[in-house]
């Protein structure tokens, strides 16, 4: 990761010193998971996935707690997944806010959360 020196930022002024702090607090915080999550605690998963309608295409699935908590990691997109154990499903798309989804499988044997689908050999339980 780049190191910002002192004499960066004499010349940068302090606001874009400041815009800078954000912006790469920001990309930490998107990029991180919840703060409830552990380290995965099993090997990610080669799967397709295709997010809303659009082309099939290489993602991995990385299980913390199987059955529980999972990610998507689609392109540079990295998607949450929660489930409480009793049916109801949450999902959280980069840094916007948790919502509910609903699990269901497509014509095609793929797993659908409202728009995100993923197929290959999916770890559920």
Known sequence: MPVLRLGTVVRL??????????????????????????????????LRCRLEGGPWQDCRMTVDQLGERWSL?????????????????RMQRGNRDWRAVEAQWSADAA???????????????
């Open 111 to 125: 797993l659908c959360w409202d728009g995100v689908c993923a197929k290959g050999e999916i770890p559920l339980d």
């Open 73 to 89: 990691l689609v392109g540079s997109e990295r998607l949450w997944f929660e489930h409480d154990g009793r049916g109801s499903v």
């Open 13 to 46: 002024g302090w606001r874009q010193v400041l815009s800078l702090a954000a912006l790469a607090s920001a990309l930490m915080l998107w990029s991180a998971p919840p703060a409830s999550w552990a380290q995965p605690q099993h090997p990610a998963v080669p």
